[in-house]
């Protein structure tokens, strides 16, 4: 007799075929979608209906099976296929695809999703975000560019928009100096016309003379007197322009003699001795022993004759131009319009060798420098002995020169050591003040040495720092970290991309959108960097493709197509067998 229970069955089956097909359809469709996991679904017997439990065996029967009728089939659920698809590249570089079993994190109005596409673009803001809208989180960096680990922020990637510039540290020479070189003995030597503080010309001027309480007078040339400075006029200046060493021009600096500080003025004092000071910072002079042989005797003083006299750095690229017309004084009294005559007494002497390089500050601002060495010593044992002066007309204190420091060479000619290797140039333009940038004479292939050549030459081969550039470009290597390229060409990390693990990715829930969310059986995320704890690597410029298998899919239909069908030809048969049997009541 036909049962309405096969109805039902063959309903079940129905149902649970056209569930699979749907599911079939959804894989079909999303076959082209950005890192798309095919689902499959599972399907279970319902409870059976039992005629017998059955019974044991016994010693005089061997037992029966229990005896039941199935009640058809029902959805147990549906399986993710989680497996890596296939990455294809795409030149686009906010494109990224993963390569393991980790999930990109994104914030979708406060909450935490998860996906693993990676077909991400920039929005207005420059923040890094999915097709719909979500911000991909990460780790961001400090005012330095080193990451930050730890807590997760929206990641940008502002291209036009950042700029950077970055302060010199070091430099590295290359060169050689010329061993057999004569050994400086002395510098340029200049001497001005006599001053004295009476008009007969009877008391010559000592450094210690106060030019804003005393007269100051000078020979007219033609046997007579001049008053070169009027003590009555004050503050009165020196404007100095012009001056060079060894073709250098140093630039326009002004002098006031002034007990206070002058508006305009580079310095200021009262004495000659606070002038002859000022002077030696103008010129970069230095007579301190450097060193154990060293000493480039170049200062500037006021001799027992009342002359001034100006004893330049000793070295054949320190010699020093000065003429006359260098110094304009500014209110020079009544007399002399032009009370520093100078005359060349002495030439600079001894092997030197100058080099000019471009350092940057804090800000980005470009500093040039001068770095001289002069040949000190020749050793009886062997080695040579040099001293370097460093300079800038950029330092923003009154001093040009910015450093020193003797450097030794053994008999092979090969560096030995450097009593010191930095300078320091003082800012006041807002940036970090002093800039201090290490020299390295000896970096490996890169090394200064001393051997006989026809003349000594000297180069900067490399220096770090830059000006202002500007975020034109970046990648996305595959550790996550994203680099960005400046048009100062440098390069610095901007942020990374993190990831998150779960122990059961098929526990996650379906948010829509290519996106995830935590479910209960899924597990708690584990966030960490790319190549860590099993997350993967990143392939920037590309993006993981579905891995929906078509081959698979069009077999699952026809499975799928076959089961529903004849489920329908139960319930079919079902109802044949019903009409027959209400016929034979009639």
């Not at 044992?381 to 053994?410: H, K, M, Q």
């Not at 320091?424 to 940036?431: E, F, I």
């Not at 470009?473 to 990390?493: A, E, Q, V, W």
């Amino acid at each position: 007799m036909a049962s309405t229970t096969a109805l039902f069955t063959g309903l079940s089956g129905l149902i649970s075929n056209s569930r699979r097909l749907d599911t079939i359809g959804n894989n079909i469709a999303n076959v082209n979608t950005t890192a798309f996991k095919s689902n499959r679904m599972q399907f279970t017997p319902t409870f059976s209906r039992n005629f017998s439990l059955g019974t044991a065996p016994s010693g005089t029967t061997g037992g029966t099976n229990p005896g039941q009728i199935g009640l058809g089939v029902t959805v147990a659920g549906t399986q993710r296929n989680f497996n890596n698809g296939a990455i294809g590249a795409t030149g686009v570089a906010t494109d990224c695809a993963i390569e393991g079993d980790g999930f990109f994190i994104v914030d979708v109005a406060g909450t935490r999703n998860f996906t693993r596409a990676g077909n991400f673009v920039r929005n207005p803001q420059n923040e890094l975000v999915t097709q719909s809208g979500a911000r991909v989180m990460g780790f961001g960096v400090d005012n330095e560019f080193n990451v930050i680990e730890g807590d997760l922020v929206p990641l940008s990637v502002p291209v036009g928009t950042l700029t950077l510039a970055e302060a010199s540290r070091n430099v590295v020479f290359n060169g050689n100096l010329n061993s057999s070189g004569n050994v400086g003995t002395t510098g340029s030597v200049h001497t001005g016309r006599a001053w004295f503080t009476d008009a007969a010309m009877t008391t010559p001027v000592t450094a210690a003379t106060d030019l804003t309480t005393t007269d100051i007078y000078m020979s007219d040339g033609a046997g007579g007197s001049v008053l070169a400075f009027d003590s009555s006029v004050n503050p009165k200046s020196i404007t100095m322009s012009g001056l060079q060493k060894g073709g250098k021009d140093l630039g326009t600096k002004t002098f006031a003699f002034s007990a206070t500080a002058v508006s305009g003025a580079d310095g200021n004092g009262t004495t000659l001795s606070d002038f002859t000071s000022f002077l030696e910072d103008v010129l970069g002079l230095d007579n301190s022993a450097v060193g154990s042989a060293s000493n480039l005797g170049g200062n500037v003083t006021i001799n027992a004759g009342g002359q001034l006299v100006i004893n330049g750095n000793e070295g054949t690229v320190q010699d020093l131009a000065i003429q006359s017309a260098n110094f304009v004084v500014n209110t020079p009294g009544a007399g002399s319009g032009q009370p520093l005559v100078m005359q060349k007494a002495n030439a600079a002497n001894g092997e030197s060798v100058r080099t000019s390089f471009v350092v940057y500050d804090s800000l980005g601002t470009p500093l040039t420098i001068d770095l001289t060495f002069t040949l000190q010593q020749t050793s009886a044992s062997g080695g040579t002995t040099w001293e370097f002066v460093a300079e800038s007309n950029d330092n923003d204190a009154a001093s040009r020169l910015i450093g020193l420091g003797e450097v030794t060479f053994d008999a092979s000619g090969r560096f030995q050591l450097a009593t010191n290797q930095s300078f320091s140039v003082t800012r006041t333009n807002g940036a970090v003040s002093p800039l201090t940038v290490n020299m390295d004479f000896n970096s490996g292939t890169d090394s200064v040495s001393s051997l006989t050549d026809g003349a000594s030459n000297l180069a900067a081969v490399y220096q770090d720092g830059s000006p202002i550039g500007t975020l034109s470009n970046f990648s996305i290597g595959d550790d996550g970290r994203i680099s960005g390229s400046f048009t100062n060409g440098l390069t610095r990390s901007i942020g990374q991309i993190a990831l998150a693990k779960f122990s059961n990715p098929e526990g996650l829930v379906d948010s829509g959108d290519n996106l995830f969310r935590t479910g209960p059986n899924s597990g708690t995320p584990l966030v960490a960097k790319p190549r860590e704890f099993g997350t993967g690597r990143l392939v920037g410029g590309a993006l993981e493709l579905s891995n929906v298998d078509l081959s698979q899919e069009f077999i699952n239909m026809i499975l799928a197509s076959t089961g529903y069908s004849a489920a329908s030809r139960v319930i079919t048969t079902t109802n044949e067998l019903i009409n027959q049997l209400l016929t034979l009541g009639r």
